[in-house]
Every structure is written in C-alpha cells, then in structure tokens.
C-alpha cells in the first residue's frame, strides 16, 4: 500500500511538471511536427545561452497557455548547439532565435518582438488566429514607422521624433526594445513628441535605409520640431531609461520622471519664475509694472521661439496675476490648496482623474508653487536691484 501511495505521489508530480514545451531537437522529429497539420512556434537555444535561461519561463508560461489547441498550435524548442544542422537550415546567427512556420508550411516567419508570454502569445495568435489562454497585451507605445508612413510622421513640423532603425535579427536592438517602450510610455500623453522604429532591415524600407544612410543596428536618429531643419541629430547617449528620458524632456520642454508623472519643473518658466514670485511680495501699486513686463516676455517669447508648451505656460503665469490683481493674493494660496488636494486624492486612489488631467493641474500647482517660493523672490528682487543700478550708472555715464 505505501510502495502504491509513492508511486501515485511521484506519477502526480511528473504530471504537474510535464512541460507543454515540445522539444524537436531530434531531426526525425522536427521533420514530422513541422510543416504539417498545425503551426509551430520553435525557439532555437543553446544550454549555455543567458537570454534563453532568460526566456524559459515565458517561454513555458506561452506554452501552457495553448496546451488545448495542439491540433492548431505547438510550442517547441530545438538545441541548435546540439543539433547545429537545424540551425543551419533556417540560417540560425543567434540565441534565442524564434520562427513561426505556418501549417503545412515550411516557409518560417521570424519573430522580433519583447520576449514575453503576452507578446509572443499575441504574435502567435496573430499567425495562426487562434487565441490564447494569456489577455492581449496593451498596444505598444512605440510608434511603429514604415516607408509609406515614415515622412508623414517624421516631417509634421509639429512634432519632435526619435526614430530607432533596427533589424528583427540584431541582438542590441532586442535588448533596447523593453527599454524602448518604456521610454515612449513615459511620453504617451505627450503628443508632440514621438518615440518611433522602423525596420531598416526589410526590404520595403530600403529607401528610408538609404536615405540616411543607415550602416548599424539600432541606430537613433532626433528629428526636431520645425518646418525648416528636419535632418536629424544622432542620439549618442547612453541606451537606458533615464538618458532617453533626460534627453527628450531637453528637446521636447516636457519634464517627465522615468515613471512617467511630471516633475516641479513643469509647466514653468524661469524668467516668469522670477516675475511671480517679486509680483506675489510686491506692494498693490507696484504690480502693474510686473505685470506689464511679464505681458512683454511672453509676446518675445512666442515671437522669437513659437513652442506651443511654452505658450501654454507663458498664459497661465498672466491669469494668475489677472486672478490676483482682481481677488487679492489669497488667491494663489487657496486655488494651491485646492490643486494640491486633488493630487493627493488622485495619488491615493480616492480621486478619478485622467492622466491628461493630472498632468494639466501638476503644471498648475508648479506654478503656483512658484509664485510664493520667497528663495525666488528674493533672487529676483537682487536681480531687478542690479540690473536696474546698471542702467543708471549707464545712463549717468552718458552724460
């Protein structure tokens, strides 16, 4: 009875970790699974390879996730460091390599994309049309470019774009590519800056290849703003999440966090910054001049450098003074108030506001903030104090 119990113990325990994985390493094998009755998804590895240990559990995650439709779907592997003929047959130049051969095909399709279930599941069932027992993953962020699009996009004055030109089969751009989305994650909610690819490699983007002379994979390219001067700027800095984001907020005047939030840099502008604050200290009849040479920076401002986040941010500087001017400088400590609740309620959950409208009352609140940042004041007050014995010496100098 115990040798009965043990056995049943140990047949239990194979069962719950028998793997949905098919392994094809054997040529008689692979030869009768792939090309006939159902698609395979076959993941070429090597033992010793760190992003297939990697993989492995996504990969199995994957395979568990189509074991009720074998007669439509397998998920397999093939150790092509043990089996190197398999290898050379679909031209095998790296680990992990992923190929989806359709049924009774052995025409394969390479696989590019993030290394995760949800990514591979969904490529998987965009082939086979069979679905998954894994959610769709959301859409990607990164704007995916190609040539009848590229010069739509790139070209828009409007826009600020990072374009990555990467290859399926290049090993640093599967690497960049979870950093990659993340970073245009980051920037979703703003619009006029885009972080985009293109597949430099296929042949229907060779014009768009050989029109920057695209030589190495992933090269990064910055197309600015502007209908004038839209050759691109390499990106030359470092490849992680924090460079990528610094160097946009530069580029494109958005001062976002690598989470994506704003920092309290949004929405401000240092020149007002000092304006503000010596407005928000001043005496009642002195504030108009203020206000008078706040009105004068932002209509240089928009003349010189037309930026439609600087615009947005030079206008709401003037309200807050209007706002003052016309209900006293309580204003500014009550509406900050009221701001600041709304953040904190969205930031404990009790709140239901969009990302749209969280951002919008950030730069608000940054604002604001400045206005009563008496550090400012009296920067800018020493500031105006110089300048303006500058011009009287000046003009004494004159005479």
Known sequence: MRTFVLLAALLLTALVHASNVLDLTKTALYDSTVGKEAGVLVEYF???????KRLAPEYEKLADSFSRKKDKVLIAKVDADENKELGRRIGLQGFPTIKWFPAHSTEAVEYSGQRTAEALAQFVTEQSNVRSRIPAPEPEAVVELTSS?????????ELDVLVEFYAPWCGHCKNLAPIYEKVAKVFRRDSKCVVAKIDANAEENADVKRRFQINSYPTLLFFPQGSNDKWPRPY??????EEFVNFLNEKCFTFRKTDGTLSQFAGRLPSLDGLAARFY???????????????RFAAELTEKEHSEAKDSAASYYLRVMDKVLRDGSDYVK???DRIGQMLERHAAGTGKF??????QLQRKYNVLSAFMNERIAVAASKASSSLAAATATSGHDEL
């Open 236 to 241: 030359l800095k470092e490849r992680n999440e």
């Open 46 to 52: 090597a033992p010793w390879c760190g992003h297939c």
């Open 281 to 295: 200290t001043a005496a009642s009849d002195a504030r108009d001049s203020i206000v008078a040479e706040a009105k």
């Open 334 to 336: 009550r509406e900050s």
């Open 149 to 157: 699009n590229f010069d739509e996009v790139v070209n828009n004055p």
């Open 354 to 359: 969009t990302e749209d409208k969280i951002d």
